[in-house]
């Protein structure tokens, strides 16, 4: 069954630096997401993707955040200068088109940032 | 503004044993409603999405109903496996414009533990 991946599974860096998450979303699929999910909090979206441009956004997602679907597979999401509260999974979904299937987002087994 | 309220917030159970978890909503327009799984360090993964049109939908061993009227929700598991043991969140989404699905809005989960 197809499956998103993602990676790095686990990235730790320093406060200040930028670091790139990387997603494979499924094949066939046209929107693409990202979340994160604060250790004990509720999942939060971040951002949507569509079309080849961002289709909504969160409050969280400020000019240090930027997505890119830099070929026909990759799905980045880069934040250029971390900070100690971006600390947090990161999960990247995608999904499909047509009812019912476009209801059903896929969410990748998540990155999880530590930022020290 | 749109919530999603879950109960109870944690819940331990014996093998075998049946359960019941909550959620009610604020949502308006009223999408679709959604139970994902998610086991500690990894992504959600979907077991139920249900319109507004659907009052039960089975999903092996998962059960979820809905009350669009009384914006309530409830998710029965049955003859509980030690790999039961997860978060169960629920999502609620919006309709947004032209039809399309909004971003998601996430309940904060349910731990449950099934302990032998």
């Known amino acids: 069954e197809p499956e998103v991946t993602q990676t790095p599974s686990h990235q730790v860096t320093q406060m200040g630096q930028e670091v790139i998450l990387r997603c494979v979303p499924i094949?066939?699929?046209?929107?693409f997401y990202w979340y994160r999910q604060i250790l004990g909090q509720k999942v939060e979206f971040l951002v949507s993707f569509y079309n080849n441009e961002i289709s909504e956004k969160s409050e969280i997602f400020d000019d240090q955040f930027s997505v890119e679907r830099p070929d026909g597979s990759n799905f980045t999401l880069k934040i250029r200068s971390t900070k100690l509260e971006d600390s947090a999974m990161y999960f990247c979904?995608?999904?499909?088109?047509?009812?019912?299937?476009?209801?059903?987002?896929?969410f990748g087994p998540g990155t999880r940032l530590t930022v020290t | 503004k749109n919530q999603v309220e879950q109960s109870p917030q944690s819940l331990i159970i014996l093998e075998g044993k049946n359960c019941t978890l909550q959620?009610?909503?604020?949502?308006?327009?009223?999408?679709?409603l959604r139970w994902y799984k998610q086991d500690t360090g990894r992504g959600p993964v979907s077991l139920t999405i249900m319109t507004f049109s659907e009052n039960t939908k089975s999903n092996g061993r998962y059960t979820a109903t809905l009350d669009a009227d009384t914006k309530q929700s409830s998710l029965h598991i049955t003859a509980s496996q030690l790999s039961d043991s997860a978060s169960y969140i629920c999502v609620v989404s919006s309709l947004g414009n032209a039809g399309n699905n909004r971003k998601l809005i996430w309940g904060l989960g349910t731990s449950l533990a099934v302990n032998p």
């Open positions: 959620c009610n909503y604020t949502v308006s327009p009223f999408s679709n």
């Open positions: 979904a995608s999904r499909g088109q047509g009812f019912p299937l476009s209801y059903e987002q896929y």
């Open positions: 094949s066939n699929h046209l929107y």
